[in-house]
């Protein structure tokens, strides 16, 4: 139905994209702001037929699309703010000392938009992750154009918010080239995306694969550039004993929600749970086992997820040592994901990297220690993650020094006593982590924060008040938070 | 004199710096504030033989080494006030909106250290830029052990910085393992520590050749780490011709200064002068010739540098269309760099690569332009550049917006009327720029915001304010600057 870029459209296309980066650049926040929102007002009031044809697309539900599409709006609107209020600018500025030995000159730095961002839309988040998602909305905000290359799972969901953005550039008078939506089956159409000269950064939300690839282009580029790429994890859940003998029912059923939500193909899904083997443990996995027999299998997002899924989950039920706990008491039907649990001891997992690896869907693999030395030693082998949670009375926390410092170590978010799904979209929020959960810890792709993966810091010396950027003139014109001689102020 | 170091012994030496991380990273601002002041202190105090040692190893004079040993000695203070400051912590604060549905957690931001950080030193930078330089200055700072790679040009000086840093760890009572210093005069030293998984980041400043090597190796990595290789630039200097004919003996002599200084080993050297052909332009090249001819070779740092002068040198003379402008008038000895002009078209300079290339040492290229439409190409044409100047009067600021636009593009620093060399210490200098001036165009190597490149944030989610690390708590014990609810506040 659409049909692949061709190379030279991709060149056309990236020429407009560059051409409207120098436009684009030079427009002040409020500008850039206004447009963000004007998105977001397109998203909620245009599209009539987006929910339907996104239920379609990708087997979700009514709710799940249209909280979705409310979590898009907000990110829009609430980057669009961020962007106004300016702080991440980073503002500094070093006034002249003439009589200093060699004379100090008037230094003043702010970042600026990196250039063309190219971002891959994700299939589980038809909305949030995808044509106006997150990635997006930064890289607007940080003042580069865009360039979404569709998820071929959900084309036409994706190419209706496209038009949704359009209609917001004409409505803004943008310039023709600030964003362009680009279908590709093929891996041919995202390479030549990432290895076009004008392409400054990428994003990306997705899998291990798809991204570490995306990565390896843009590290063999002449020139290399930044990549964002988000690529799920297993999130790993830490019960410690005392705060099981005092919720183990609770603590199962809360988890039993948070592996099966959205049919757990969610990139914070609590994939491994790690006890310490003893009476507690075994009432919450058997209450466990009883809450993931009642849930229903659910019809997964596409039909490549749901044969990986199958194929992925009978790997790990295969390996050594690997032993099914529970699975839906309904059977599934062709696309369904069954909500199962496994479990392993630690030695097994410990010794066996394939029990390391996401199973995207409704899977979580309980760990059973001996002691807590075998649950850090398994927190150490552990790659990095997005988060990762413990479950925990005050006492354990302040009495397991060695568990919480070699569990920072892996993580982006650090959970006290609840589950890992669900993101909050606030400025705190840390939606990132060590390789392999992205491709550099330093950054983020949830909160307005992640708008500094598209920026870069540029420094003028010795420019008169006037020629200078309004961000860095004497009077703050646009009263934005700056560092001036070492000092933040207003 | 000094042994690469073998195998074991950098595991050895990976393996105590990956023990010092948990302890180090625990210690407090103050703490890593004082460590880096009294690193400062021991550089100044401690060493009596640092400069002579220096001199003999790098044939730089005894002011430029005592100037350089003030400014590492500065750069240890001054990122030791911000590191203590926590502004480079970009902490944040949402607070708990339980009634929200879903409820909103409480989420808490800060940076922390990434581990063990390997730095290269430099051999044009013997203090500023190697054993206790501004990579290894940031490094601590942002709580993250190093390992110091000696520079082979200067293994004495390097030995002796070290044991001011050791001495500065036994004072301040820091772990072992907290400082490492490895020879290694083959690449196998450079890149087994690269490659070894306890190391986390890199910083590296020199050549293209070393830096990117470096990058692609830690790219090849199972886990892929950050790497932060300044490699050098051409710093391209446009003359305007208002400018020019206001002043074209001043800058010449100015310019004669910036390129012969430190015998043109610096990074933000001036390889290229950019001009529209005119009178003034002719009486500019007339007067740098005659600045240029009276200026005497200088030793270089070592005769590797040298002999890459000799030849890259010759290789860019040898050039169809490039033209001899100047050579000192004395004949330069062996290991004497000559300071050198040479010129050609803009068109031959937009149809050969190889003039676009950085010859490190005191020579430097003058393009001539038709008009103005060429020198928006030539720097259209440009790689990425540490720095960028122009010199221009007001007025032809405001009327060149094509030009200032395309030398944004490529620079991250944007000198006006000034030289490129002489890089100011401070929080608003932006010591960085688009590939291949950096292998990331997001950090800088020179001010405190180079901390950032060896931190990454975490987040607590529903952790009790007791529990929080000191930065986060609710009470602000440190009284550092965070955004609480969007709002930034003490």
Redesign the interface.
Known sequence: MFKDATADEINEVMQQSWNAF?VYRKMNLKQRANFMRAIAFELENSCVDLIPVAMKETNLAEARLRNERARTIFQLNSYA??CE?G?WL?A???TAIPDKN?P??D???ML?P??PVVVFGSSNFPFAYSTAGGDVACAFAAGCPVIVKAHPAHPETSELVANAILNAVRLCDMPKGIFAHVHGASFEVGKALVMHPYTKAVGFTGSFIGGKQL??WA?QRK????VFSEMGSVNPVFLLPEKLQDAAMDIARSYAGSITLGVGQFCTNPGIIIGIQNMYLDIFVAALKEEIKKVSPGEMLHTGIFKSYVENRGNALAQEGVEMVAVSDTEPMINQGAPTIASASAQAFLTNPVLHKEVFGPYSLVIRCQDMGEMIEVAKHL??QLTSTLMAT?NE??NSGDLV?AV??I????????VPT?V?V?????H?G???AT????F?SVGA?GI?RF??????????ND?LPDELKDENPLRI?R?VN?E?KK
């Open positions: 120098h703010d961020a209020r702080e980073e500094r500025i070093d060699p100090k000159p230094i003043r730095k600026v990196l250039g990565f390896d590290n020139e290399p550039i930044p790659e990095g005050e926390i302040r410092e920072k170590n993580c982006g978010r650090f959970i006290l006593n609840g669900g909050e606030c400025l705190s929020m840390h990132g060590p390789f392999p491709t550099d810890p330093r983020t924060d500094k920026a870069r810091p540029i420094c003028f010396q010795n420019w008169p020629l938070w560092t070492n933040l």
